[in-house]
């Protein structure tokens, strides 16, 4: 069976062109962690990631110890994705956070629907086996519905996205829309290339703002 690669099936949401787009997201499945800090110094961030990607490859992993949960099918797991926001809540891509320890985060990671909580439980036994100084009570399961929202790709460092914000912001005004931006809809970032392993020129992001009617 041909393995599910979600940016490939669903490429409305995670290959938009660099002219922005308005998307409907669906509501979907994901693994997420929260914290704060500084993405690039933060520990915090980095054992995010770690448990991110332990559950995800564990629960993907699950045919060979044999915990495949009903419904597995073959897939790739799909790309991190973060929703940020700062302490004071100026974050609206009007100026340059320049104290990224300010940043408060949620990072995630897709899911199968096959994934259920009795699915996750399992992948978090499993994975505190090999990896006890995880602490995998950070992590959740959560079916999530973005909803209506603008979206661009950003080609570039991550630090040079303000520009490609804007662009995106003139787009969401002139298409009679206004950002909505709040506690609960986030900037939303996709990370679709491997940051040690691409030229920071050459990193595509994608960026979404959720939207609503003026």
Request: aromatic share 10%.
């Amino acid at each position: 069976m041909e393995k599910i690669d979600f940016k490939k099936k669903y490429k409305d949401l995670y290959q938009p062109k660099t002219k922005p787009s308005i998307v409907t997201v669906p509501n979907m499945r994901f693994i997420m962690v929260d914290g704060i800090g500084d993405p690039n110094t933060s520990e915090d961030y980095r054992n995010a990631c770690q448990i991110l990607y332990g559950l995800s490859y564990t629960i993907k992993m699950s045919k060979m110890n044999n915990t495949q949960p009903e419904g597995y099918y073959e897939y790739v797991i799909p790309p991190l994705e973060g929703l940020w926001s700062v302490d004071d809540d100026s974050f609206r891509g009007q100026k340059k956070i320049e104290n990224k320890d300010k940043f408060i985060w949620t990072i995630m990671i897709r899911q199968p629907e096959f994934v259920t909580q009795e699915v996750f439980e399992v992948a978090k036994e499993v994975l505190h086996k090999k990896k006890p100084n995880l602490n995998l009570d950070l992590a959740r399961l959560v079916d999530w519905e973005e909803g209506l929202c603008a979206q661009i790709m950003h080609i570039g460092p991550y630090d040079d996205e303000l520009d490609t914000i804007q662009i995106l912001n003139a787009f969401i005004k002139d298409s009679g829309y206004q950002p909505d931006i709040s506690v609960l809809r986030k900037h939303h970032e996709i990370y679709l290339s491997d940051p040690r392993k691409t030229d920071p020129k050459k990193l595509k992001t994608v960026i979404r703002h959720p939207i609503k009617p003026i």
